[in-house]
């Protein structure tokens, strides 16, 4: 069983998608474990991202995720990593995947709606930017579908 960290960016909070991307996941069979909005800060932003300080979209990046809240979640189950990135999309929605996240809802390279962590060690490095240790051991364990 992997965890993985979530977050519904903030255009998808500003376009009420939030519920039909967590049903998506939860429809998958995996198991919420944690969720709560947030306000990202510039500094948890640039934790966040530290991988992709020198890019060149970096500032438009950060600048769009302390726009406006934003859902930070952990998600459980089998290959949750994978999984995830696999429902996801890949990063340019014009080329993700009809039935994908990004596929059927974005079109934006930046507004994307959804983050997920890339491996099993960011995923572990960005839920502790957005949620406390007792947070994180307070989901109710519950078996996802398999
Ligand atoms: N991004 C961007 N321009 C780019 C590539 C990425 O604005 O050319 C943004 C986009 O919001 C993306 C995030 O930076 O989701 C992180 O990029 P990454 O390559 O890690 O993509 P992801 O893992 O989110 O698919
Ligand atoms: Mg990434």
New binding site residues.
């Given amino acids: 069983m992997s965890r993985t960290f979530v977050m519904v ?1 903030p255009d998808g909070v500003r376009r009420g998608l939030v519920g039909r991307i967590v049903a998506r996941l939860e429809a998958k069979g995996l198991a919420l474990t944690a969720l709560k909005l947030v306000a990202v800060s510039p500094a948890m932003a640039a934790q966040h ?1 530290e ?2 300080r020198d ?1 060149p ?1 970096y500032p ?2 950060v600048q ?1 995720i302390t726009a406006g809240p934003a859902v930070a979640m952990v998600w459980e189950g089998r290959e949750a990593v994978a999984v995830v990135r696999g429902l ?1 999309g ?2 340019d929605p014009a080329k993700a995947a009809p039935g994908t996240i990004r596929g059927d809802w974005a079109l934006s ?4 709606l959804v ?2 962590a ?1 491996g099993e060690a960011s995923a572990d490095r960005e839920m502790r930017i957005y949620f406390s240790d007792a947070e994180l051991s307070a989901g109710t364990p519950r078996r996802p579908r398999d």
């Fill in positions: 960016k991202y991988e992709h890019k979209f438009e990046l769009f996801m890949v990063t390279i930046t507004e994307n983050h997920g890339d």
